[in-house]
């Protein structure tokens, strides 16, 4: 019985690549996906065309992915699902125009810091930068 695991012949599962390099570990512990039981496999500086170094993250499984969170981190990323062996899928991510319980807002008197049961919201703003909806507190990317 073949036990090897080859994600280049991945059948079925994700691909989020043009991570930039040094991001997929972030990616990883904020997708929690140590948590799961399918293989996933984190290559860090990848060569790249465009970005000279990239991170890409592979996961033999079918997962929903948090779309919100993947392009507050890093907007560049393409997200392919694979099924049978052929990528039927190719997402271009881009910057969320709200995000609703990804970051937290760190104002201590901020009224969802306060107050328990608030969502989080934060509006992208035209500097590309987001705030608190609440306070306007900026987020730390
Ligand atoms: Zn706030």
Redesign the pocket.
């Known amino acids: 019985m073949n036990t090897t695991f080859s994600i280049d012949s991945m059948e079925n599962g994700i691909v989020i690549d043009h991570i930039g390099a040094g991001k997929g570990i972030r990616i990883y512990n904020l997708l929690h996906l140590d948590e799961l039981d399918c293989p996933v496999v984190l290559v860090r500086n990848a060569r790249s065309i465009r970005y000279g170094r990239k991170d890409i993250i592979k996961v033999a499984g079918d997962i929903q992915l948090d779309l919100d969170l993947l392009g507050y981190v890093d907007h560049n990323i393409t997200v392919c699902t694979i099924k049978e062996g052929k990528v039927i899928e190719k997402k271009k991510l881009t910057l969320p125009k709200r995000l609703v319980n990804v970051i937290r807002?760190r104002?201590p008197r901020?009224i969802?810091?306060v107050e328990e049961g608030i969502d989080h919201v934060f509006e992208l703003t035209n500097h590309n930068t987001y705030r608190?909806i609440?306070?306007e507190?900026k987020s730390k990317m």
Do not use: A, L
């Open positions: 807002c104002n901020c969802c810091t608190c609440y306070c507190s």
